[in-house]
């Protein structure tokens, strides 16, 4: 798949998925974009900018930390999560937030414009992303810094997905999947520098950044039910693998993942599942 189809593919699920995306009863990216921001510790008076911003996980989290002298630029691909992340702007009354429909690929802002660069689970979306990051040291300050998340890839097991639900994927799913669907295709097409510490730090030097931080810890992602899970499946990346299986296929994919989650489950049908998150952060070499 060429990366401009690959791009357009990605635009079409967030942009489908928008209206219901980080919202329902999985908490996920909410408690992730908080950490993130904990991490990357903006000051107050900060220019941040938040590509592949989705609702708003890291975004909103980081205008309260800059404050009204600060401000927090939201830019995402999917128009439909922009609108999303602009209804929260109305509904809260954060001044300081602006929001645009904007490729994070090619950031269109002017010189030195900020002075920390966000990526809530975005950059391993770019299909070119280590062109991608070599373009924003021009538009941070000096000492700008960058910090962002992606999934930690486990060999073996579904990408994106902490290693328990390996064994609730039957094989159907992939016998239904073309060749660049399989596990160790998708890795390689979202980014698979970002598993490799070695790698990785060798992609952000080249793209112009220094004093590399790699912290992998885990996330609790919480869902009322299995159903919960299934449903909230679809809200995310992973519409990507629902919208290509044959609906014979999605359908056992959907009776095995209940199954198996509901093993996992609480007395009272909840979940909470460790989710293996890589955090990363860096800063421009100066
Ligand atoms: C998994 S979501 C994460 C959203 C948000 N950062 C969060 O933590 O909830 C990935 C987001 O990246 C956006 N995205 C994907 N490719 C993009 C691109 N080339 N430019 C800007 N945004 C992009 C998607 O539209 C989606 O909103």
Known sequence: MDSTAY???VTDAFTRAAGSYDRGGVGFFTPMGRELV??????????????????????FPAA?????GGRAVGIDIAATM???????????????????VMDA?????????????????SILFLPEAPAALARYPRIMAPGGRLAFTCPLFVPGSFP??????TPMFPPSVFAALPPDWQPDELRRRYNGWLSDVAELEAVLEAAGFTGVEVRDQTVPMT????????????????????????VPVAGELRRSLVAGLTELAAEDGSL??????????AEIIS
């Open 38 to 59: 904990r991490l990357a510790a903006p000051r107050p008076g900060e220019r941040v900018l938040d590509v592949g911003c989705g609702r708003g996980a890291a975004l």
């Open 64 to 68: 309260e930390a800059v404050g009204p």
């Open 160 to 165: 994106f997905l902490p290693p328990v639900f």
């Open 82 to 100: 922009i609108e999303a992340a602009r209804e929260e702007v109305r509904r809260i009354g954060a001044g300081n937030v602006e929001l645009l």
């Open 105 to 121: 690929e090619r950031p269109h802002f002017p010189n030195a414009s900020f002075d920390l660069v966000l990526g809530g689970y």
């Open 272 to 281: 909470v599942i460790d989710t293996p998150v890589r955090f990363v952060t």
């Open 223 to 246: 869902a009322e039910s299995p159903s919960a899970w299934v449903e909230w499946s679809h809200t995310q990346g992973m519409r990507l693998l629902w919208d290509r299986l044959p």
């Open 7 to 9: 791009k357009s593919g």
